[in-house]
Every structure is written in structure tokens, then in C-alpha cells.
């Protein structure tokens, strides 16, 4: 289910993980936080989805460099990135169209 052979396949799981890691401190670590002042888990989810935010990105810049995207894909990868569910959306309306001449 998970590849990371290409950078296609690369942003595309990397994307799903960040999305659930963004859905994990909306919706597990915050409400923690500030309903039963447990603010640990913030700090755990914030880290680990901060990093894969970054990789997303990242991964999105190098998408673009490497396959030669029209700018409008990147630009709407990085506003996804933005947004819950975004990457997963991002990933089943953008990517999967994708062909990969790397594979």
C-alpha cells in the first residue's frame, strides 16, 4: 500500500500520513489539551506532524522539479497540505492521474 520507490509514490504516502497526523492533534491531541489539561500529547502529534508537513512540501517541490507538473498542481498539493483531509483529497483527485515515468 505504502511505496516510497519514486517520488510520486513518495508524497503520495507520505501525504496520507500527514493528513491522519493532522486529523490525530485536531481531533485527539487538542481537545486534550484544552478540555482535560493534557497538553503531552500536543507536543508528540504537533512534532510528528509538523515533520510530516515539512516532508509533504518538500515532496511537492521535488514533485515539480522532477516531473515537470504544471505549477497549478503543485500550487494546489501545497494548499491541501493546509487543510484536513486535504493530501488524501490531493492524492485521489491529482495524483493517481499522475503517470510516473520513474516506474
Known amino acids: 500500500m505504502f511505496r516510497f520507490d519514486t517520488t510520486l509514490n513518495r508524497i503520495r504516502s507520505i501525504g496520507i500520513f500527514e493528513a491522519i497526523s493532522f486529523l490525530l492533534l485536531l481531533g485527539v491531541a487538542m481537545p486534550l489539551k484544552y478540555l482535560f489539561d493534557q497538553p503531552e500529547m500536543v507536543r508528540l502529534v504537533g512534532m510528528a506532524h509538523g515533520v510530516l508537513w515539512i516532508l ?48
Open 56 to 103: 509533504y512540501v518538500g515532496l511537492a517541490a521535488l514533485g515539480q522539479l522532477d516531473y515537470k507538473w504544471p505549477l497549478k498542481t503543485t500550487i494546489l498539493l501545497l494548499i491541501a497540505s493546509l487543510l484536513p483531509f486535504g493530501p488524501i483529497i490531493a492524492d485521489v483527485k491529482l495524483l493517481k492521474e499522475i503517470q510516473d515515468p520513474q516506474a
